[in-house]
């Protein structure tokens, strides 16, 4: 009987909601400063499945462009380029974050309460995130 509830329970584990292949924690998008357009992007990206997951862009109703950047430092001088993809490893995590990689979201359109991203592989959309601004980052 105790091995019959254990297989029970192994098979309603195995029957739940399967894992979505992208998810992403920990987002934070920055308000644009007084007078500016841009804003930035932080985020982990999490891949559930066992294959490479390749986000070639990423896209938001509230601002014109979006742009995958990497902050580099050399010879104490730090520079951002734009780089034209992220590679999420087999499940793995990637992080985005201030001083490496990140978002760049320019000119500002409606921006209101939040914000939502729309990431895609190749022109394939991936996933869809929304980010809601406190009630102090709220202009």
Sequence with gaps: MRGLLLLLAV?????????PPLVVSELEITQPMPGMHMSAGFLVITNNTDESMRITKVSSPQFE????????????VSRMRELPALVVPPESRLVLERGG???MLMRARD????VTLEFFSEDVPVLSVNYSFSKDERK
């Design 111 to 114: 921006l209101q309460e939040s």
């Design 65 to 76: 462009a979006v742009e995958i950047h990497e902050t580099t430092i050399t010879d104490g």
């Design 101 to 103: 990689k990140h978002l």
């Design 11 to 19: 098979f309603l584990a195995a029957c739940g909601a399967p894992e």
